[in-house]
């Protein structure tokens, strides 16, 4: 059983920032991914970027170079920072964790961003 804290998130114009953090909570072993994705009305929730607890990264092509993934494994933490943000990043932001400890995927409770022209 794992819990996610997430925090941030908010209204900003174009090519603003902001930064996302995310706290997993509970029995963290295995090797396991931490990481963002986002979802807007009508459309599946897509991958942002992910670090595993080795530290390799995947992100979207449309956010490379613009969002930087990291983690701090001894607080079980992960943190998206989004720097020049476009209006088609509007969207909500959901933190997941997985690992192939017990291969369940866990979502935290989702937290909105939006940008304007």
């Known amino acids: 059983q794992v819990q996610l804290v997430e925090s941030g998130g908010g209204l900003v114009q174009a090519g603003g920032s902001l930064r996302l953090s995310c706290a997993a909570s509970?029995?963290?072993?295995?090797?396991?991914?931490m990481g963002w994705y986002r979802q807007t009305p009508g459309k599946q929730r897509e991958l942002v970027a992910t670090?595993?607890?080795?530290?390799?990264?995947k992100y979207a092509e449309s956010v490379k170079g613009r969002f930087t993934v990291s983690r701090d494994n001894a607080k079980n933490t992960v943190t998206l920072q989004m720097n020049g943000l476009k209006p088609e990043d509007t969207a909500v932001y959901y933190c997941?964790?997985?690992?192939?400890?017990?291969?369940?995927?866990?979502w935290g409770q989702g937290t909105q961003v939006t940008v304007s022209s």
């Open positions: 509970g029995k963290i072993f295995g090797i396991n991914a």
């Open positions: 670090i595993t607890s080795g530290g390799r990264t």
């Open positions: 997941n964790y997985y690992s192939t400890d017990d291969y369940v995927f866990y």
